[in-house]
């Protein structure tokens, strides 16, 4: 009987790493093309609706206004309790009202929760959504209405609810459900943290009430270009498009039809550029312009795999390379996926080549961007590593060394790796992280370069959350698996001290905010209202 069970978990297995590797191979394919660099995006054939000169409303008061027959259920003004805790300060919604959404002003000294609470009586069901701004070092908290409607399940509000991008430390864009007589109404607002008010921009789509297209609206990835008069949304009905806010225009970067399986629009409003991947480790990676919309495909004449990024500065793009496109080059689970690339083309932010770093075809080794580009060195971190296999039959990358690219001759340095750094200068510091196994969240190199004396040291705390503050000589670490954040130094990485332990929280999700001062932001789910705490790091190191 266990041999029978044995056999036929085999056969499972590799019926199971057959499917992976199929799809594997239908993610990845469907463009080798080689032929045009520039896309020609389609003008839409439905413009949008451009409320040019609209005055600021409040979304109750219209919503009166707009359906005199509807039954209007009053929610109170959104309240919150406020208590210090240790090393910071918890604010508890009342009302059962719940977070649906944070975003980080682009100055991180506030941040912007979506806060939702419904109402249901007597077979009606009202929705409304405040923008809740708060400044942990001033200690407030600002509420206001910026979404009302009646008739819809709070997942479909929540669905078609989002901060679109912000148009400075003040105003941003967000999309938000509206009842106008018999039609639902997607409408764009603008929102003055400010003066607190809402004021209409254009109006994306109308539906008649009772059309299930609404419900199947995703609204994704978006950005407000940065002279302000452009609008860029992927959602699951348009496609990626590029709307002008003057005339309502809109330009289809990519189609519905084109949107992969599990594809990627990275978007950084600071370098002006977005980029966006229809599935992995694809050659017609779009770049998109986003004050002109212009579109081209910059990465088509590459014959291989690759992997597109952009610097943490927003100076640079990149895309890590293999010389074809074997199923060997890369591994994925069903949330991940890594390639084993060959080498590392640099390009400006339009896509245009800089310089190229690679290890030959028939090399054992691979090469990989390693984190980090320095503007004033003119020199990138390179990562060289092998593919090997662990106890459990799975692929991971081993580092074999680190290097630095020099950006104007193409000279790769071999660093060498020491135990313990000693009389470092900030001056000369670099911080570079990889990731190395798909099937491992924490799984990740970090090291500290010191660029002078061509030296590296590994970082004992390998996680995905690294807040870098060189100014201050100070980086923070967020361990989820420990649940503590620790404090490190680029001049003493090897010091390291635990300086906040948040097991007790047991939070329901990883997402961190980090804002300036220090200031550390996570939100807690309750039933009759969420908790969001903030919690100020302090960065001295022993």
Aim: some cysteine; charged content about 25%; aromatic content about 12%.
């Amino acid at each position: 009987m266990i041999r029978n069970i044995s056999v036929y978990l085999w056969y499972l297995f590799g019926f199971s790493l057959s499917l992976l590797l199929f799809l594997g191979l239908y993610l990845i394919s469907g463009s080798s093309t080689t032929t045009g660099s520039a896309m020609r995006p389609e003008n839409a054939a439905d413009m949008v609706t451009i409320l040019t000169g609209a005055q600021s409303y409040h979304v109750i008061d219209a919503f009166k206004v707009e359906n005199a027959t509807a039954p209007v259920y009053e929610f109170p003004a959104l309240a919150a309790s406020k208590s210090k805790i240790t090393k910071g300060t918890l604010f508890t919604l009342k009302d059962k009202a719940h977070v649906v959404e944070q975003y980080g002003v682009p100055d991180h000294n506030k941040i912007v929760y979506f806060v939702m609470r419904t109402e249901e009586q007597d077979g009606g069901v009202w929705n409304q959504t405040d923008a809740v701004t708060i400044d942990p070092k001033m200690q407030t908290m600002q509420s206001d209405p910026i979404g009302y409607s009646y008739g819809s399940s709070p997942e479909e509000v929540a669905q078609v609810t989002k901060l679109l991008g912000f148009v400075n430390n003040d105003e941003f864009l967000y999309i938000t459900l509206k009842n106008e007589g018999s039609e639902r109404v997607l409408r764009v607002n603008r929102f003055s943290v400010a003066k607190r008010t809402v004021t209409p921009v254009l109006d994306l789509y109308r539906f008649k009430d009772g059309d299930g297209a609404l419900s199947s609206i995703t609204i994704a990835e978006s950005a407000v270009s940065p002279d302000g008069r452009r609008l860029l949304v992927k959602d699951s009905r348009k496609g990626i498009v590029s709307y002008d806010m003057n005339t309502g225009a809109a330009k289809v970067i990519a189609p519905p039809a084109e949107l992969g399986v599990r594809d990627k629009l990275f978007v950084s409003r600071e370098a002006g550029v977005a980029l966006y991947e229809a599935g992995l480790f694809r050659n017609d990676v779009r770049w998109i312009d986003l004050n002109s919309s212009e579109a081209k495909l910059p990465f088509a004449s590459e014959t291989g795999l690759l992997e597109a990024g952009m610097d943490a500065s927003r100076k640079l793009l990149y895309y890590n390379f293999t010389y074809d496109r074997e199923v060997r080059n890369f591994s994925l689970n069903d949330k991940k996926a890594m390639l084993y690339s060959y080498g590392v083309q640099m390009t400006d932010l339009k896509g245009v080549p800089i310089q190229r770093f690679s290890l030959p075809k028939e090399s054992q080794e691979r090469l990989e961007y390693g984190g980090c580009y320095s503007e004033d060195k003119k020199i990138v971190l390179l990562h060289r590593f092998t593919v090997e296999t662990n106890s459990k039959g799975m692929p991971y990358k081993k580092t074999t060394g680190w290097l630095t690219g020099d950006l104007a001759t193409g000279t790769m340095t071999v660093l060498q790796k020491i135990d313990v750094p000693d009389s470092w200068e900030r001056k000369d510091m670099l911080f570079g992280s990889v990731f190395t196994d798909v099937n491992n969240d924490t799984a990740a190199e970090q090291v500290f370069v010191n660029t002078l004396e061509r030296t590296y040291y590994t970082s004992r705390w390998r996680t995905k959350e690294a807040v870098l503050l060189p100014e201050e000589d100070a980086i923070m670490f967020a361990d989820e698996t420990s649940k503590r954040i620790f404090v490190s130094s680029f001049t003493r990485p090897d010091l390291i001290v635990a300086v906040n332990n948040y097991k007790k929280y047991n939070w329901d999700n990883r997402d961190f905010v980090w804002l300036s001062g220090h200031w550390l932001s996570r939100y807690h789910t309750q039933p009759e209202g969420d908790k969001i705490y903030f919690f100020q790091i302090p960065t001295e190191t022993s």
